[in-house]
């Protein structure tokens, strides 16, 4: 793909067109889910049935008491036929639990909550309980996210609706066809951290997205003048369509003009950032009882038929999505979960869906051909476009050479992964892999 190189990003080709024009659509109900047990960043969960027990859509059936988990929930009703190990779309196998459908779809619900009313520890507690992750990707746990030390003082939320990935328009749909909803789930975002000020960050590339929640804003700001302790100011930011736009500490910066330090979090400037899928998330959670145990899935790429985006119930295998939107193709070369510059290769289709499923893309063989991978010509590419300021030729460099102690001194954890160095590299290097490698060598180091 064509790109235009500045300081800190590029300018993919975007696709978006294959599937932004399609309205989300319900995927039929599976006939079985595995449920992974871990789909969150933090510690896994313990399962809570046994095999033969019957569930509920909505029941809880894993959960860990430890301060960075989220429980996750059966996304249908049925019975449990088996807990066992099951690969993740990331490639690992996590104990999970398959339920079998009994087609009765029979629900679990926690008892509704009016946000205006209920204490912050009680919304936030519903949040946990209901197993809200950030659903831009890393899956962190919602509500220890809205929980910042106390030394933190935050001043600022920002809810991110980049979707700066090629290809993927499940959160541009959310934006067009739920905006109510979202700005709902922004509010209690905001009530929670006690803040009154938040900033919606949206990609010029989507002016329909951008129309309805300036819409929904104003109304939000009218209704809350009175009382006039209650307003919130929400502002709608455009911001140029590049590449990664929608990274955390670049939207920050972007809106703020505040530079999260090395090593730092958001919270370190005052700021928490969420996803508009996480907002709605909230929403529902809070609003209406409902657990996390589905999301919007875009489905895309140059093969696909009938490109769109599926409401699907967690734990799904991606082939049911696959075949809603038109089959697989013959000529398919790559299944990747996730956007084509940080998503990842799968090797079946049985992989399920978890909360941290964006998109799938079928890619076909003519977008890749197998190049010999060159040493580095320090031309310097990857190190001008790299959105941290990372030394990246540096660092894969010595990771290639498994020289850890370097690398960790270059900073290679505020690395983000987003794939802009490999993207412009004229030798073809591996330097994310490299990079995912060296991260994984310093986590066993300190273990």
Known sequence: ??????????????????????????LPLPQKVTI???????????????????V??????????KFISAPVHSSISGKVIAIKEFFTPLGKKVPSIIIES??????????????????????????RESGVVGLGGAAFPTAVKLSPPGEKKIDTAILNGCECEPYLT????????????????FQIILKILGVKKGYIGIEDNKPEAIKQLRVQSDKVVARDKVPKQSLFSIKIVVLPTKYPQGAEKQ???????????????PMDVGVVVQNVSTALAIKESVVDGKALMERVVTVSGPVVKKP??????????????????????????????????????QWTTEIPVTKGTCGILLLPKEKFFKEEIEPCIRCGKCIEICPMNLLVAEISRYAENKDWKSVKELNVLDCM?????????????PIVQYIKWAKEQLKVQNQ
């Open 1 to 26: 793909m064509a790109f235009q190189r500045f300081r800190g990003g590029i300018y993919p080709r975007g696709f978006k067109y294959l599937s932004k024009a399609s309205p989300i659509k319900n």
């Open 36 to 54: 992974p047990l871990l789909q969150h960043t933090g510690a896994i969960n313990y399962p809570l049935v046994k095999i033969g027990d019957l």
């Open 56 to 65: 509920k859509k909505g029941q809880k059936i894993g959960d860990n008491k």
């Open 102 to 127: 009994d087609n009765l779809d029979e629900e679990f619900l926690l008892d509704k909550m009016d946000w205006e009313k209920e204490s912050i520890e009680s919304i936030k507690g519903r949040i």
């Open 170 to 185: 499940a959160d541009y749909r959310l934006m067009v066809e739920k905006p109510e909803e979202v700005l709902e789930g």
């Open 251 to 265: 939207l920050i910066k972007a809106i703020t003009h505040r530079e999260v330090p090395s090593g730092g979090l």
């Open 308 to 345: 769109g985006n599926f409401r699907v119930r967690i734990g799904t295998p991606i082939s049911e999505l696959i075949v809603a939107s038109g089959g697989l193709p013959s000529d398919t070369e790559r299944i990747i979960i996730g956007g084509p510059m940080m998503g990842i290769a």
């Open 417 to 429: 992964e987003c794939s802009a160095c490999a993207y412009v590299c004229p030798a073809k290097r």
